[in-house]
């Protein structure tokens, strides 16, 4: 799967690049890791963490929008992990052409790099928001998820394959609600914002997703989209469990934020359940169900919908607050 090869990770200083860094050096055996970003501070940063595994890392300073930087990166590159992406909603509605750029330009920089490099294997990260968006970061990766999905189609006598790791909002990442709440009481405050009491969210951990990037490495043939089975929470249960005393006030909805997240929508018709997992497979002429169909799944029923809202598996306050103690915080 990873043992041995030489992998690559864009963005990879990021909250899922350091872990899934981590995870791969301390239970896997890679020949080499290579972190592919634009921060150098977050890169010696980086450096000073995995200092004792400084043999098998390596850092490239550079961005997504150079494709000849990515093609000197991409010498010798077994597995590419594309987690690189602007995705702060608002600046990405004032800042359109930045997003197109770096989520679309990029992808595309990385699809013709790999294919020309000799890369094996691509995992792309992606969003719920790229399901049905409302905002531009999430139209930019439903742009970009297309691309990697379609890539497989022109890879010509190559072997290169590409595939999609679609995730929500990771618990605890930087940016997200549990930071925040987690701030303004550690600040002294007695109330919780609300947007709309009516909120719902998938809980995912950045092990779920890292496991999932490790399944897809591992199993995919190309042009899959693989969705974790995950629990959902009531945003105004995650604010109980984490201040019970606090009174909870709503504010309104956001431009571009969703009342639910969807991962899978009714018109994804080819869409396959597994034991812990869904996978999304390409209505294309090119996909082969005989050749490319893992075994094992059943089909959904037409109207099939995978959204925050309507799932069947719940965490309760109890269960968020024992999440709470497990996950890692980014701040």
Same mark, same amino acid.
């Given at each position: 799967?990873?043992?041995?090869?030489?992998?690559?990770? =864009?963005?990879?200083?990021?909250?899922?690049?350091?872990?899934?860094?981590?995870?791969?050096?301390?239970?896997?055996?890679?020949?080499?890791?290579? /972190?592919?970003?634009?921060?150098?501070?977050? $890169?010696?940063?980086? $450096?000073?963490?995995?200092?004792?595994? $400084?043999?098998?890392?390596? #850092?490239?300073?550079?961005?997504?929008?150079?494709?000849?930087?990515?093609?000197? !990166?991409?010498?010798?590159?077994?597995?590419?992990?594309?987690?690189?992406?602007?995705?702060?909603?608002?600046?990405?509605?004032? @800042?359109?052409?930045? !997003?197109?750029?770096? @989520?679309?330009?990029?992808?595309?920089?990385?699809?013709?790099?790999?294919?020309?490099?000799?890369?094996?294997?691509?995992?792309?990260?992606?969003?719920?928001?790229?399901? @049905?968006? /409302?905002?531009?970061?999430?139209? =930019?990766?439903?742009?970009?998820?297309?691309?990697?999905?379609?890539?497989?189609?022109?890879?010509?006598?190559?072997?290169?394959?590409?595939?999609?790791?679609?995730?929500?909002?990771? !618990?605890?990442?930087?940016?997200?609600?549990?930071?925040?709440?987690?701030?303004?009481?550690? @600040?002294?405050?007695?109330?919780?914002?609300?947007?709309? #009491?009516?909120?719902?969210?998938?809980?995912?951990?950045?092990?779920?997703?890292?496991?999932?990037?490790?399944?897809?490495?591992?199993?995919?043939?190309?042009?899959?989209?693989?969705?974790?089975?995950?629990?959902? *929470?009531?945003?105004?249960?995650?604010?109980?469990?984490?201040?019970?005393?606090?009174?909870?006030?709503?504010?309104?909805?956001?431009?571009?934020?969703k009342l639910h997240e969807v991962m899978i929508t009714e018109g994804d018709v080819n869409t396959f359940e597994y034991d812990d997992h869904y996978i999304i497979?390409?209505?294309?002429?090119? *996909?082969?169900?005989?050749?490319?169909?893992?075994?094992?799944?059943?089909?959904?029923?037409?109207? *099939?919908?995978?959204?925050?809202?309507?799932?069947?598996?719940?965490?309760?306050?109890?269960?968020?607050?024992?999440?709470?103690?497990?996950?890692?915080?980014?701040?």
């Amino acid at each position: 799967m990873v043992d041995g090869r030489v992998i690559l990770i =864009t963005g990879g200083t990021g909250s899922f690049g350091r872990k899934f860094t981590k995870i791969l050096l301390e239970q896997y055996n890679p020949q080499k890791i290579i /972190i592919y970003s634009r921060d150098e501070y977050k $890169q010696y940063l980086m $450096q000073k963490e995995f200092e004792k595994f $400084q043999k098998r890392l390596r #850092f490239f300073i550079g961005d997504v929008r150079d494709k000849e930087r990515l093609y000197r !990166a991409f010498e010798g590159v077994d597995i590419v992990v594309h987690a690189a992406a602007l995705k702060h909603v608002p600046l990405m509605e004032y @800042n359109p052409i930045e !997003a197109v750029k770096t @989520n679309i330009g990029g992808a595309e920089n990385i699809i013709n790099a790999a294919i020309d490099k000799g890369v094996k294997k691509v995992i792309a990260l992606s969003t719920d928001k790229a399901v @049905n968006p /409302i905002n531009l970061y999430g139209a =930019t990766k439903l742009v970009s998820d297309k691309l990697f999905i379609a890539a497989n189609s022109y890879v010509g006598k190559k072997d290169t394959c590409f595939c999609v790791v679609r995730y929500g909002n990771v !618990a605890g990442s930087r940016g997200s609600v549990i930071p925040y709440f987690l701030n303004l009481v550690k @600040n002294g405050s007695k109330s919780l914002p609300i947007t709309d #009491f009516r909120m719902t969210r998938f809980w995912i951990t950045l092990k779920q997703g890292v496991d999932m990037v490790l399944r897809a490495i591992d199993e995919a043939k190309g042009g899959e989209i693989y969705v974790s089975k995950i629990p959902s *929470f009531k945003i105004v249960d995650l604010a109980k469990a984490i201040c019970p005393e606090c009174k909870l006030k709503e504010v309104g909805i956001r431009p571009g934020e969703k009342l639910h997240e969807v991962m899978i929508t009714e018109g994804d018709v080819n869409t396959f359940e597994y034991d812990d997992h869904y996978i999304i497979y390409p209505s294309m002429s090119w *996909f082969s169900v005989a050749k490319r169909l893992k075994k094992g799944g059943k089909k959904v029923k037409e109207g *099939f919908r995978y959204s925050s809202d309507t799932n069947l598996c719940w965490l309760s306050i109890e269960d968020l607050k024992a999440q709470l103690k497990q996950i890692d915080v980014v701040y």
